[in-house]
C-alpha cells in the first residue's frame, strides 16, 4: 500500500463514529442531507488501504455540547440485503475500528398500527428480530410448512426510548425492528403475525437491524459502542411502495437530522482518550528514552560535562545548558532523516556542535547550539515502511512527550527540560541565532511557536428541506429551514421543524505552547 492509501486509511480510523447504511444511495442521500457529499467530504475505497473499492466514505463531524467536534463518516454495504450487509459491515468495523456505530437507512411501518406513524417519521431502535429465521418441513396433509425459530437480539443504546418519545419528538418513534431477506409488499400481515405471536412491540420493518444489532454484540468486547437502529420510514410495505418519488430522500433527510440529534445529545463531550501505546510508533519511546535521553540527562545532572567530539578538552560548561531539543524529521516524515546527509548539512550550515557526554561506558553523542542539546531523532527511520508513517511519527511524539523528562518539573530549577520539537521551528531558531552571532547580539533562547489558529474551510452547507405531515390529510407542507447551526450552550430538545432553526458551528485547530 502507498503512503496515500495508508494516510486515508488512518484518517478513517481516526474517526470515532460510524453511520452505516444499507445501501450507497442512502448512505449518498444521509450525507446530502447533512452538507458533506461533496468531493471535498468524499473517499473513495480504493483510495484506502485495506478497505473493498466499492465502498464511499462521506466525511463530517458534530459539533457537541462541550463545543468539541465529533468526527465521523457515514457508508454503506456493497449489496443490499441482509447476508451482504452483515459481511461488508463486519469487514468494516474489523479494518476501520470505530468507537460508535449507528445503522442508518429507511424502512417500512404499519399503516394502521401503534403507534400512529406517517411517512417520513423516524424510528429509533435497538432491538430486532429476523422473522424469516427457522426451518421448513414437509407435514402430512399440510404440505410444506415454515417452522419460524424467531430469535430477539437487542443492545443497551443508551436512553433511546426516552429521547425517541420524549414530547417535543412528535415525529420520533421507538420500537423493535423485524428483518428479513427481501423487499416485502405485504408488511402489514407480518406485522399482524409477529405482533400477536411473539412481539408487540416490533414497529419497523428492514432488512439490515438484525444484522447490525448482532454484530455489535459481537465488536462489543472490541469496544465498539453500539447508538443503536435510526431509520426514516419511506413505505408502508404496500402496492403504494414508490408512488411518490419524493419520499425516500425526504425520510432520509429527516433522519440525518434525527441521528445529528441522537448523536450529540448521547454524546455531549468526548471524554475518552485513544490508547496508542501498541502502536509502532509508541514501541520506539522506551528504548530511545531510556537508553539516550535518560542517560544524557542523568548525567548532566550529576555534574558531568559534555565535551566536544572532535577536542575532549573542550568543555560546555554544566551551567550553559538550558535542555534537550529531541527534533522530529521535517513534515513528520519517517525517511526525512534516514540520509546522514541531512543533519550533517544542518550542522554544517549553523554551526552546531558535535559533542558527547558520559563517562568510557554509556557515552552518548549529540549537538550543541546557544546553550541547547540536540539530536536529530533518527531512531524513527524505523517507521518508515509503518502503514501511515507519519501518524506513527505523531505517535512517537505524543507518547515521548509523557516521559519523565519532558514533563513540567521533571528536573530541578537549573536542571534542563526536555522538549519533543518540529523541524521547522529548530531550523527557524536557528537561523535566529546564527544572525545574532553574526551581528554581535545575544542569542535568542528556543522557544515553541506561538499558537496558530487555522480556520477550517468547508463547504457551504446547503439549505435543507424538512417535509412534515399536515392536520389535512394529502396536504404536504414544505417547511424550509438552515442548516446552519451555532454551538449550543445548554442541551435542549427540539422537534424536528425546529431542529432547522439551529446553526452548524466551525472550530479551528489548535496547536499547543511549550517552552524551555
Known amino acids: 500500500m502507498d503512503e496515500d492509501t495508508n494516510s486515508n486509511l488512518r484518517k478513517l480510523r481516526s474517526r470515532p463514529l460510524c453511520i452505516i447504511c444499507g445501501t450507497a444511495p442512502e448512505a449518498r442521500e444521509i450525507a446530502k442531507a447533512l452538507g458533506i457529499d461533496g468531493p471535498a467530504h468524499r473517499l473513495q475505497g480504493h483510495e484506502i488501504g485495506e478497505v473493498m473499492q466499492g465502498h464511499t466514505f462521506y466525511l463530517g463531524s458534530f459539533t457537541l455540547e462541550s463545543g468539541e467536534r465529533l468526527n465521523y463518516y457515514i457508508t454503506s454495504s456493497l449489496r443490499m440485503g441482509i447476508q451482504s450487509f452483515a459481511v461488508h459491515a463486519a469487514l468494516l468495523f474489523n479494518i476501520l475500528r470505530p468507537r ?47 417452522r419460524p425459530n424467531y430469535h430477539r437480539v437487542s443492545v443497551n443504546a443508551g436512553d433511546m426510548k426516552a429521547f ?109 482518550t485513544v490508547d496508542e501505546s501498541g502502536e509502532p510508533g509508541a514501541r520506539l519511546v522506551s ?36 535542555g534537550l531539543l529531541c527534533v522530529l524529521p521535517k513534515g513528520r516524515s519517517a525517511s526525512f532523516l534516514t540520509e546522514l546527509g541531512t543533519t550533517q548539512t544542518a550542522v554544517a550550515t549553523y554551526k552546531i556542535q558535535e559533542v558527547a557526554i558520559g563517562g568510557r561506558i554509556g557515552t552518548r553523542y549529540l549537538c550543541y547550539k546557544a546553550g541547547y542539546f540536540i539530536d536529530w531523532c533518527r531512531c ?39 522538549l519533543v520539537v518540529e523541524w521547522e521551528e529548530v531550523i527557524e531558531w536557528l537561523e535566529a541565532v546564527v544572525k545574532a552571532e553574526e551581528n554581535g547580539e545575544p542569542t535568542p533562547g528556543f522557544k515553541r511557536r506561538a499558537p496558530v489558529t487555522r480556520a477550517v474551510t468547508e463547504p457551504t452547507t446547503p439549505t435543507a428541506t424538512r417535509v412534515t405531515r399536515s392536520p389535512k390529510e394529502g396536504d404536504t407542507r414544505v417547511t424550509t429551514r438552515s442548516a446552519t447551526r451555532s454551538v449550543p450552550q445548554v442541551r435542549k430538545k427540539v422537534s424536528l421543524p425546529q431542529f432547522w432553526s439551529l446553526v452548524r458551528g466551525k472550530s479551528a485547530d489548535r496547536t499547543g505552547v511549550l517552552s524551555v
Open 100 to 146: 460508535f456505530v449507528v445503522h442508518s437507512g429507511v424502512c417500512a411501518a404499519d399503516e394502521n398500527g401503534k403507534p400512529k406513524m406517517a411517512l417520513r417519521d423516524v424510528v429509533f431502535g435497538d432491538a430486532a428480530l429476523n422473522y424469516e429465521e427457522g426451518k421448513f418441513e414437509k407435514v402430512p396433509l399440510l404440505g410444506v410448512v415454515f
Open 164 to 272: 425517541a418519545e420524549a414530547a417535543n419528538h412528535p415525529n420520533y418513534h421507538y420500537g423493535d425492528y423485524l428483518s428479513g431477506s427481501a423487499v416485502r409488499g405485504d408488511a402489514a400481515s407480518i406485522f399482524t403475525k409477529i405482533r400477536e405471536t411473539v412481539n408487540r412491540n416490533a414497529i419497523a420493518l428492514d432488512m439490515e437491524a438484525s444484522a447490525f444489532i448482532q454484530l455489535c454484540d459481537h465488536f462489543s468486547s472490541s469496544g465498539l459502542t453500539s447508538l443503536g437502529v435510526v431509520k426514516g420510514i419511506s413505505d408502508f410495505g404496500n402496492e403504494k411502495k414508490g408512488h411518490d418519488a419524493n419520499v425516500y430522500p425526504e425520510a432520509l433527510a429527516n433522519t440525518a437530522l434525527a441521528i445529528e440529534e441522537w448523536v450529540t445529545y448521547q454524546i455531549p463531550a468526548i471524554t475518552w
Open 287 to 322: 528504548g530511545y528514552y531510556e537508553n539516550f535521553v535518560r542517560r544524557v540527562l542523568d548525567n548532566h545532572n550529576q555534574g558531568i560535562e559534555a565535551s566536544l567530539q572532535s577536542d575532549a578538552e573542550t568543555k560546555i560548561p554544566y551551567d550553559k545548558v538550558k
Open 380 to 418: 524513527v527511520n524505523a517507521l518508515t515502511s509503518c502503514e501511515d508513517s507519519t501518524y506513527q511519527v505523531g505517535v512517537f511524539e505524543r507518547m515521548l512527550s509523557k516521559e519523565g523528562y519532558f514533563t513540567t518539573g521533571a528536573a530541578s530549577a537549573t536542571g534542563p527540560l526536555a
